[in-house]
């Protein structure tokens, strides 16, 4: 007996033995590779930024345009800072960018503006047009700007046209592809897999549901989507004509009349460019060089053009601790861009929770008179859009104005929250509407019972054993079918009631169909076209004042993401400089790896399983 306890106390010690050798691994790891990115950040020159006279501002964008940029965990963000290391999806703040052309437009030390756009991603069109916008108001200084690049993609050639000298090297290319929405269709290979689709919607154009019932487009779908498109790629192409000096009728959109342009240059994509008045010149990396060095002079190397990074400039023009004027009445900016999920949720994606909270925090703060809601969002939970749109209420009603202003996408749940503002504001550009809500889910019944595998058993009620491997009861069927017709005369409603129009008028315009925002205005959906600016402008202006402060409401920080803010902040200003070995990747992936609690969190998790998702706003 004594030596069966006396095995038992050894391996329950040998056992403690293994995980407290573990534990103090894993933080000494962590302790190691912190003080060795410490030690390495004190190594390097401490000098400070400062922007050179007589130099370029080159706005070299990397990522996707976007108006809230996704939430960073502060030691990946430090560490990466350390590192020099490129997040796997970069993200470019649009009011970030507008701030600095804006700024160097005044700024006396910046001779001329560089356009250097290989790097930028994804961009709405209402994004790029207050680009162009701010570029076009920069040339008032009668400072040049030069767009340079080996190739340039439709995103990227938009704002290269807005540029005094527009270069593209002699082997690039660039192509304007138009706009188009095409999907996957799921029918025939779910009825081979022998899978039922059971799909409960209203709306002849709410075609998110279509991939699975469907082996094409509808005609229906086909017509709304074909409307937004052709609107959206006659704005692209007005605006970009005007920028070149050229005519619409410039583009090409016919294969035909493109291959014949494309004979008469032998194939040659950058001959084709320039012969077309697409680009001014065709001009080698080393010919834009010196032509840029005879404009600006040298930098210290004496290699390059005297020039700061747009990263560095936006650094020097940034204060370290901006300052906050507690007596001045303030308009609340409240950003709700991503997906629309129930719950709490980070930055760069839409909870319904946590995005209530923001705007009963600009609720409850008296020096916030009245509230920009910005809106970036292809809808998602019906239930967590009703919760925001409820806050909303709440905040009018303590007689805060709203006005909600839409960036790219503002359609189904996104149209939901912004509805009931006391003004909406939407780009040219924008896509809303999408009124409609939809639930599905498939049963594998047929699927089981091919494999010999069947469900049977008992339950107190018929709502009892509801699962995918049953088939589902078409009286239950009918139930969510009319819940879902109850949430849809109750999106309908609540448009009617806040834009003064009857549920009628409503449902002819809504039915899940997508509307450009040139349209929008025009059925009513809209009450101006405008941006972010112009959204504080009437949220002001609603709130009766004359003199104001804008004031973001965001997301705070938990106490243990803070400390490590912090902590990191100060080491960085501390010591200042960057650490690079080819060793150290790998190592930061492991430590990424031991100290990061990946949540795989799933999308669309409404309570009910009722959506107001625009699936077609995704191009």
């Known amino acids: 007996m004594s030596s069966g306890k006396s095995w038992t106390k050894s391996l329950f010690v040998g056992i403690w033995t293994a995980l407290n050798f573990s534990r103090k691994l894993v933080l000494n790891i962590i302790f190691i590779f912190i003080f060795i990115a410490i030690i390495s950040l004190a190594m390097k020159d401490n000098n400070p930024i400062t922007v050179p006279h007589n130099s370029a501002l080159v706005l070299k964008l990397k990522g996707d345009l976007v108006i809230e940029k996704q939430a960073v965990d502060p030691f990946e963000e430090f560490m990466a800072e350390a590192l020099e290391q490129e997040p796997e999806n970069p993200e470019v703040l649009l009011q970030n960018v507008l701030h600095t052309i804006e700024n160097a437009k005044q700024d006396k030390r910046i001779k001329a503006l560089i356009l250097d756009l290989h790097g930028l991603?994804?961009?709405?069109?209402?994004?790029?047009?207050?680009?162009?916008?701010?570029?076009?108001?920069?040339?008032?200084s009668e400072k040049p700007i030069y767009a340079i690049g080996d190739y340039y993609s439709q995103n990227q050639y938009y704002l290269a046209s807005h540029a005094d000298h527009l270069y593209l090297n002699p082997m690039g290319f660039m192509l304007f592809e138009g706009y188009g929405r095409f999907g996957t269709y799921f029918k025939s290979a779910i009825e081979k897999l022998k899978a039922q689709t059971h799909v409960f919607k209203v709306g002849t154009y709410k075609s998110a549901v279509e991939p699975y019932i469907r082996d094409d487009m509808s005609d229906a779908a086909k017509e709304a989507n074909k409307a937004w498109l052709t609107?959206?790629?006659?704005?692209?192409?007005?605006?970009?004509?005007?920028?070149?000096?050229?005519?619409?009728?410039?583009?090409?959109?016919?294969?035909?009349?493109?291959?014949?342009k494309f004979e008469t240059v032998d194939g040659d994509f950058a001959k084709y460019a320039l012969e077309f008045g697409w680009v001014d010149a065709l001009k080698t990396r080393e010919e834009i060089r010196l032509e840029l060095i005879d404009l600006l002079g040298t930098n210290k190397s004496?290699?390059?053009?005297?020039?700061?990074?747009?990263?560095?400039?936006?650094?020097?023009?940034?204060?370290?601790?901006?300052?906050?004027?507690?007596?001045?009445?303030?308009?609340?900016?409240?950003?709700?861009?991503?997906?629309?999920?129930?719950?709490?949720?980070?930055?760069?994606?839409?909870?319904?929770?946590?995005?209530?909270?923001?705007?009963?925090?600009?609720?409850?703060?008296?020096?916030?008179?009245?509230?920009?809601?910005?809106?970036?969002?292809?809808?998602?939970?019906?239930?967590?859009?009703?919760?925001?749109?409820?806050?909303?209420?709440?905040?009018?009603?303590?007689?805060?104005?709203?006005?909600?202003?839409?960036?790219?996408?503002?359609?189904?749940?996104?149209?939901?929250?912004?509805?009931?503002?006391?003004?909406?504001?939407?780009?040219?550009?924008?896509?809303?509407?999408?009124?409609?809500?939809?639930?599905?889910?498939?049963?594998?019944?047929?699927?089981?019972?091919?494999?010999?595998?069947?469900?049977?058993?008992?339950?107190?009620?018929?709502?009892?054993?509801?699962?995918?491997?049953?088939?589902?009861?078409p009286k239950m069927a009918k139930i969510m079918q009319r819940g879902i017709e109850h949430g849809y005369?109750?999106?309908?409603?609540?448009?009617?009631?806040?834009?003064?129009?009857?549920?009628?008028?409503?449902?002819?315009?809504?039915?899940?169909?997508?509307?450009?925002?040139?349209?929008?205005?025009?059925?009513?959906?809209?009450?101006?076209?405008?941006?972010?600016?112009?959204?504080?402008?009437?949220?002001?202006?609603?709130?009766?004042?004359?003199?104001?402060?804008?004031?973001?409401?965001?997301?705070?920080?938990?106490?243990?993401?803070?400390?490590?803010?912090?902590?990191?902040?100060?080491?960085?200003?501390?010591?200042?400089?960057?650490?690079?070995?080819?060793?150290?990747?790998?190592?930061?992936?492991?430590?990424?790896?031991?100290?990061?609690?990946?949540?795989?969190?799933?999308?669309?998790?409404?309570?009910?399983?009722?959506?107001?998702?625009?699936?077609?706003?995704?191009?």
Not at 123 to 138: N, R, S, Y
């Open 121 to 140: 991603g994804g961009a709405g069109l209402d994004k790029l047009e207050q680009i162009a916008v701010a570029l076009d108001d920069f040339k008032q």
């Open 231 to 260: 609107g959206m790629w006659d704005q692209y192409k007005n605006s970009v004509a005007a920028a070149r000096g050229v005519e619409v009728a410039n583009f090409d959109e016919k294969l035909d009349d493109f291959i014949e």
């Open 302 to 473: 004496g290699k390059g053009y005297n020039s700061i990074s747009y990263k560095n400039y936006l650094k020097v023009i940034t204060p370290a601790f901006p300052y906050k004027n507690k007596d001045i009445k303030k308009v609340g900016i409240v950003v709700a861009k991503g997906t629309i999920l129930n719950g709490n949720k980070k930055p760069g994606t839409i909870g319904g929770d946590s995005t209530a909270q923001l705007l009963r925090r600009a609720r409850l703060d008296d020096s916030i008179k009245s509230v920009v809601l910005y809106v970036d969002s292809p809808g998602g939970s019906a239930f967590a859009s009703e919760i925001i749109r409820q806050e909303v209420e709440n905040l009018q009603n303590a007689g805060k104005p709203v006005v909600a202003v839409m960036s790219t996408y503002a359609a189904s749940g996104g149209y939901w929250i912004s509805a009931g503002a006391d003004k909406i504001l939407a780009a040219p550009s924008t896509i809303t509407g999408s009124i409609g809500i939809f639930g599905m889910f498939l049963t594998f019944e047929n699927t089981l019972d091919y494999l010999g595998i069947h469900t049977d058993g008992v339950g107190t009620t018929e709502f009892a054993g509801m699962s995918v491997s049953k088939s589902l009861n």
């Open 489 to 619: 005369d109750s999106f309908i409603s609540l448009v009617a009631n806040n834009r003064d129009m009857t549920k009628e008028q409503v449902d002819q315009i809504a039915q899940g169909r997508v509307w450009i925002g040139t349209t929008a205005i025009e059925i009513g959906l809209v009450d101006e076209l405008g941006y972010l600016q112009d959204g504080v402008n009437a949220a002001a202006e609603l709130a009766n004042l004359t003199e104001y402060d804008t004031q973001y409401i965001e997301r705070q920080l938990s106490k243990s993401e803070l400390f490590w803010k912090e902590l990191f902040q100060k080491a960085a200003v501390s010591l200042g400089g960057t650490f690079k070995s080819q060793s150290t990747p790998a190592l930061f992936g492991l430590v990424k790896q031991l100290t990061t609690d990946i949540e795989a969190v799933a999308k669309l998790n409404d309570p009910k399983g009722v959506y107001a998702y625009c699936l077609t706003c995704e191009l």
